[in-house]
């Protein structure tokens, strides 16, 4: 059984504005009140591990380090069947310093393209990819996976979501990911899923 929280202040160990606020929502009404690194301006830590849940614990553990409150981080990626799993890890540095994810889509539709002979011929499924990690303070750490299969689109369609979303069209939606509202993404995405799991784990039992 995971230990839990009894409410109070946990940090949210990430840099990225638009996956911020999902972490938000996701945690809205669950009594505990949340402050982001960015917010606190600590430094971001070099993601060296070599898998997401690697990451995660780095983000996770140096954020309860540097504020000695339980702080929790995302480490995710988009995986492309058809290009052995990249961006996978490297999701984030593909889209390089400028996050110019249109040029990065753009780059996985033409890698796609000449590997298979054309867009239309190539193997086009996709999985986004997350784990979620809790740390506390004295160095413990617990962990949650989430997974949103899916298709990648030629032409990117919408502009909710963040990163790849626009490109990405779950199993059992006609819609990209860019395209649902917000609570629609949360319900099925790969960080609804996994929040969900921490949620049942880690937060206060509501009586
Ligand atoms: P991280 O901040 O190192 O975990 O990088 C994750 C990267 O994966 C993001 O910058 C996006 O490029 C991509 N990514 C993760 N989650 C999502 C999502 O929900 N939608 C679209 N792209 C995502």
């Known amino acids: 059984?995971?230990?839990?929280?009894?409410?109070?202040?946990?940090?949210?160990?990430?840099?990225?504005?638009?996956?911020?606020r999902e972490l938000e929502?996701?945690?809205?009404?669950?009594g505990i009140s949340l402050r982001s690194a960015r917010d606190l301006g600590l430094a971001e830590p070099a993601e060296t591990a070599a898998d997401f849940r690697g990451n995660a614990t780095i983000k996770a553990l140096a954020a309860a380090e540097a504020t000695g409150l339980p702080s929790l981080a995302d480490d995710s990626g988009l995986s492309v069947a058809g290009l052995d799993g990249a961006p996978g890890v490297h999701?984030?540095?593909?889209?390089?310093?400028?996050?110019?994810y249109p040029a990065t889509m753009a780059r996985i539709r033409d890698a796609l393209a000449t590997r298979f002979g054309s867009f239309a011929a190539a193997d086009k499924r996709a999985a986004?990819?997350?784990?979620?990690?809790?740390a506390w303070p004295d160095g413990e750490?617990?962990?949650?996976?989430?997974?949103?299969?899916?298709?990648?689109?030629?032409?990117?369609?919408?502009s909710g979501g963040f990163g790849y979303d626009p490109m990405f069209v779950p199993d059992g939606e006609s819609r990209s990911m860019a395209e649902l509202t917000p609570a629609e993404k949360d319900r099925l995405s790969h960080r609804g899923q996994?929040?969900?799991?921490?949620?049942?784990?880690?937060?206060?039992?509501?009586?």
């Open 25 to 30: 929502g996701l945690l809205a009404g669950s």
């Open 141 to 158: 750490v617990v962990c949650f996976e989430g997974r949103v299969d899916g298709t990648l689109l030629e032409t990117p369609r919408g």
């Open 128 to 134: 986004f990819l997350t784990v979620v990690c809790l």
């Open 1 to 20: 059984m995971s230990r839990r929280l009894s409410g109070g202040t946990v940090v949210l160990a990430s840099h990225n504005a638009k996956k911020i």
């Open 91 to 100: 999701s984030s540095r593909w889209a390089g310093p400028e996050q110019d």
């Open 194 to 207: 996994a929040m969900r799991a921490f949620a049942e784990a880690c937060l206060p039992e509501r009586r």
